[in-house]
């Protein structure tokens, strides 16, 4: 669920979306006019979780929906607002959503103001990226110098990535 809440505390809105399943918001961000969510569906592609992306306005009306995913299991997990009302979604990956590197993959998904995705980029190790051992997201990302930051967890390892905006990939 998703929820507005005023400057004394008390909620002014709430709203949910997803599945059947054991869904998730993971990471939100402004984009101009519009809260841009991420997270995952219980019940995606084949059985597994697929990424769930959202705009809403200020009064707690979706805009869009965008789901995104594969066979593997997917989940966003941070959003950074871009110039342009844009946003950039990280997240991880068992599917094909870009170019495989094997085990799980991070990835990242512009969105242009309407939620229709422009760039779809994935990178990673041949181990499990950007996921922990109990498939929860443990990734983050910021803008910095035209670029996304990410930084997250390679099977016991900690790695920082500086993102090609014209890419989605190191």
Known sequence: WLARYDGAGDRAWVTSDGSAGDDLFAGLAVAGSTVVVTGALGEGTA??????????????????????????????ADVVALLGDEAEVVGFTGSALGVPAGGTDVFTLRVDRRGRAVLTGQFGTARADGADAF?????????????????GRTDGDVFLAAVDPATGVP
């Open 135 to 151: 498939a929860e997201e443990n990734l983050f990302a910021t803008g910095a110098a035209g670029r996304i930051l990410v930084t």
């Open 47 to 76: 059985g597994a979780r697929d990424v769930l992306t959202a705009g809403y306005t200020a009064a707690g009306r979706q805009r869009w929906r965008l789901v995104t995913g594969g066979r593997g299991d997917d989940a966003g």
